[in-house]
């Protein structure tokens, strides 16, 4: 992450310094490429900068984001190799000049010292599980607000390593899998044999309509409204051509009744198994079942297919995702965002995929509807391309770049001890 900062705050520091020393006739309202820090700091957002007179800068509004939702950690995660990187990084656009043409890394000319930054970043990093197994860990790219998934580099490593690879793909179905499936995949040419979908008896009687402080207490009819959401997820996979295996994660407070109740329905909504893990409790010996389940969902290959082709319109695009996937009956796009699309298309982005930023918390762009909310509106207020990533970024509902600290953060729970020890991590 530090390197996706460095590399991407050099590049803003090179857009102002542009502007002051009049370079390239880019306008201060033209500028579309923010600052970034891995901090929630929603003071972030909106600011101005340059003030304090000539010398330091021109006055102008500009924006944070997190650093995961940089597109420099994107590029990070599907980049094949250093030259790949470099001839991405040059690509990101930046601004506009007062012709309407773009500004690129490129034309700053700091193309390369963004590259030499991220060298050492793009390679993969091997870790070693609690049980002694090689784990590959690479990239952040947040699931809602950007495409979800580890490196493209680290997945095709692992495929020259093992006999079968598990990649994880941020948040549920409707967000990790379908990026995976539109971006990751296309560019990498992967085809998926099964997805596992993770479920917990807790997040579904959450979507059931159980406030928080209940969900430690058996309540199955909860859970049976909840579960309609997995069974969303579980279509979503078959969407996609795909056998799914459900992988029910046991925690303490968990009865057996309620394990049964879930394992039982996600069976009859399609999922080819399900598997109470005790993996947190147990380790290894405690997911074996779920191993060999698995092992079974990818032993005659798969189906696997995108739901758009290539060349769908950015509209059209956004369209099949909504009622699709998400449940909607339609899609509004607001003014601005009509505008972008077709300022976009003009310029030859008009069937680059589309990359949605959306909550997490909810199938729609409403983090209040649980369950599995139908024929909604899903709003798109504004796109913006991500050129050296390949994807356009599409804006839902009130979605933030930048997160903001929440009233109990877990910061209040971390201590040092007087031997150094750290508490409240967990």
Aim: proline share 5%; net charge negative; aromatic share 6%.
């Amino acid at each position: 992450i530090h390197a996706v900062e460095a590399a991407h705050n050099l590049l803003a520091a090179v857009i102002d310094a542009a502007i002051f020393h009049g370079q390239l006739e880019i306008g201060p309202s033209f500028i579309t490429w923010p600052r970034t820090l891995d901090v929630n700091d929603r003071a972030l957002r909106h600011i101005v900068t340059g003030l304090g007179g000539d010398e330091h800068g021109v006055p102008r509004e500009s924006s944070f984001i997190i650093a995961a939702a940089s597109e420099i950690m994107a590029i990070l995660a599907l980049a094949s190799d250093l030259e790949d990187l470099r001839r991405r990084v040059g690509r990101i656009i930046v601004a506009q000049r007062k012709d309407g043409s773009f500004v690129t890394a490129e034309d700053l000319r700091v193309a390369g010292a963004m590259t030499v930054l991220l060298k050492d970043a793009l390679l993969p990093n091997i870790v070693q599980t609690m049980e002694g197994q090689p784990a590959l860990v690479h990239a952040g790219p947040f699931g809602n607000i950007a495409h979800g998934n580890n490196s493209l580099l680290a997945d095709q490593i692992a495929l020259k390593l093992a006999d079968v690879v598990i990649t994880e793909a941020g948040f549920g179905a409707d967000l990790g899998l379908e990026k995976f499936a539109h971006i990751v995949a296309r560019y990498g040419h992967l085809k998926p044999s099964a997805a596992l979908v993770v479920a917990t008896v807790r997040a579904l009687k959450s979507h059931g309509g159980l406030p928080l402080a209940k969900l430690g207490n058996e309540d199955l009819d909860a859970l049976k409204r909840g579960a309609e959401n997995l069974a969303a997820h579980i279509d979503i996979v078959r969407a996609f051509g795909m056998r799914s295996v459900v992988a029910i994660n046991r925690f303490p407070e968990d009865t057996d009744r309620e394990l049964r109740l879930l394992s039982d329905l996600a069976e009859q909504f399609g999922a080819d198994a399900a598997v109470v893990n005790d993996g947190f409790s147990r380790g290894g010996e405690g997911s074996v079942e779920l191993a060999e389940a698995v092992l079974a969902a990818t032993k005659d290959g798969s189906n696997f297919a995108p739901l758009y082709a290539a060349d769908t319109p950015i509209r059209e695009q956004i369209q099949t995702l909504a009622r699709r996937l998400y449940g909607a009956a339609d899609v509004e796009f607001l003014p601005e965002c009509q505008k972008r699309i077709d300022w976009l298309t003009e310029r030859g982005m008009g069937t680059l995929p589309v990359c949605m930023s959306k909550t997490h918390l909810s199938l729609s762009h409403n983090p209040a509807l649980k369950g599995r909310p139908l024929g909604f509106t899903l709003p798109i207020r504004n796109v913006y391309p991500s050129a050296g990533a390949g994807f356009v970024v599409a804006l839902a509902g009130d979605i933030q770049l930048m997160p903001g600290l929440g009233k109990e953060p877990a910061y209040t729970r971390i201590e040092l001890g007087p031997n150094g020890q750290i508490t409240g991590l967990t």
